[in-house]
Every structure is written in structure tokens, then in C-alpha cells.
């Protein structure tokens, strides 16, 4: 399928028109290369049989669900959570309402699942890092996207649910 748009050719080939390509500023051809080599690690089952577009897309879904998951890990309050259930598990497994039977398996889940809070919190420096880096990468890949993939003439993307649990 091709369409045209200012008297450019746009290929929903695998390869996009390497006229098209040639009339890139250089950074953009370096993006669009650093992107498609994304697509090829981040999204292996895009590699074969996928036009370049496709390729393009799937690596901005993965991109943006990253991208939400540091945001997510970031925004998690976590010196404030950690008190507040251990007051609460501590109360039922010691005002008796948990069989004793029961308490010692609790007790190691809850130290287990407090332990693994403590350890991921102390790696916020890196979420924050991974958090921005994500972020950038989406206005990235979003502005490319724009420029060489979505004119007025072809069809928009497909709605997709915030969740993108299909992938």
C-alpha cells in the first residue's frame, strides 16, 4: 500500500522508500535506525514479515508500557506503605484472629514481601532514571512517528486500551 503526501511516497512495505530515507535529516535516520534495532530486541515477533511501520508501532506500545510501569513504580509511596501494613498484619496475627497454627507461614510471607518492598524502594534512584529516560523516548519516538508515519492521508492507529495487555 502506498500513499501519497506532498509528493512523498510513504511504503507500507518493510522497508520504508529509500527516498523517503534520503530526505531525512541525518539525526532522523540515526532515530530510525536506533528504532527499528528496538523493535528488533524489544519486540522479536515484529522481526518477520512486519512493515516498517509496524515495526515502529510495536516498539512505541512496548515503549509506553515501560514507560508506565516506572511512572507507576515512581509515584508508589513507599516509606509511607511499609508502616502501615506491618501495623495492620502485626494487630491480626497477634490479637489472636489468625489461627497459631497459621502465624509462623504469615509471619514469613509478610517479612518476605517487606523485604523485597525495602529492597525494590532502594533502587528509586534508578526508577527515577528509567522513569525520564522512558518518558523521553516516547515524545521520541511519538514526534518520528508523526513526521514519517502518520500523515493526514493514511488511516490513524487503532484505539488501544491503557493497558496493552496483549503483548
Same mark, same amino acid.
Given at each position: 500500500m502506498s500513499t501519497m503526501n506532498n509528493n512523498q511516497t510513504i511504503s507500507d512495505s518493510n522497508v520504508m522508500d529509500p527516498r523517503r530515507v534520503?530526505?531525512?535529516?541525518?539525526e532522523d535516520q540515526r532515530m530510525r535506525l536506533f528504532f527499528l534495532e528496538e523493535a528488533r530486541l524489544l519486540c522479536p515477533a515484529t522481526h518477520v514479515n512486519c512493515s516498517e511501520y509496524s515495526k515502529i508501532h510495536a516498539v512505541y506500545?512496548?515503549? $509506553?508500557?515501560m514507560e508506565r510501569l516506572f511512572t507507576l513504580m515512581y509515584q508508589h509511596n513507599w516509606g509511607q506503605l511499609l508502616p502501615e501494613a506491618q501495623k495492620a498484619f502485626n494487630y491480626y496475627l497477634l490479637e489472636g484472629y489468625v489461627a497459631k497454627k497459621? $502465624?509462623? $507461614?504469615?509471619i514469613d510471607l509478610l517479612t518476605r514481601e517487606m523485604d &523485597?518492598? @525495602?529492597k525494590l524502594a532502594q533502587f528509586n534512584? &534508578? @526508577?527515577?532514571?528509567m522513569m525520564q529516560h522512558y518518558i523521553s523516548q516516547v515524545r521520541q519516538i511519538e514526534r518520528f512517528m508523526n513526521l514519517y508515519y502518520r500523515p493526514d492521508t493514511m488511516e490513524p492507529f487503532p484505539p488501544e486500551d491503557e493497558d496493552d495487555e496483549e503483548e
Amino acid at each position: 500500500m502506498s500513499t501519497m503526501n506532498n509528493n512523498q511516497t510513504i511504503s507500507d512495505s518493510n522497508v520504508m522508500d529509500p527516498r523517503r530515507v534520503a530526505s531525512m535529516p541525518p539525526e532522523d535516520q540515526r532515530m530510525r535506525l536506533f528504532f527499528l534495532e528496538e523493535a528488533r530486541l524489544l519486540c522479536p515477533a515484529t522481526h518477520v514479515n512486519c512493515s516498517e511501520y509496524s515495526k515502529i508501532h510495536a516498539v512505541y506500545k512496548r515503549i $509506553r508500557r515501560m514507560e508506565r510501569l516506572f511512572t507507576l513504580m515512581y509515584q508508589h509511596n513507599w516509606g509511607q506503605l511499609l508502616p502501615e501494613a506491618q501495623k495492620a498484619f502485626n494487630y491480626y496475627l497477634l490479637e489472636g484472629y489468625v489461627a497459631k497454627k497459621e $502465624r509462623p $507461614r504469615l509471619i514469613d510471607l509478610l517479612t518476605r514481601e517487606m523485604d &523485597f518492598t @525495602i529492597k525494590l524502594a532502594q533502587f528509586n534512584d &534508578f @526508577i527515577v532514571f528509567m522513569m525520564q529516560h522512558y518518558i523521553s523516548q516516547v515524545r521520541q519516538i511519538e514526534r518520528f512517528m508523526n513526521l514519517y508515519y502518520r500523515p493526514d492521508t493514511m488511516e490513524p492507529f487503532p484505539p488501544e486500551d491503557e493497558d496493552d495487555e496483549e503483548e
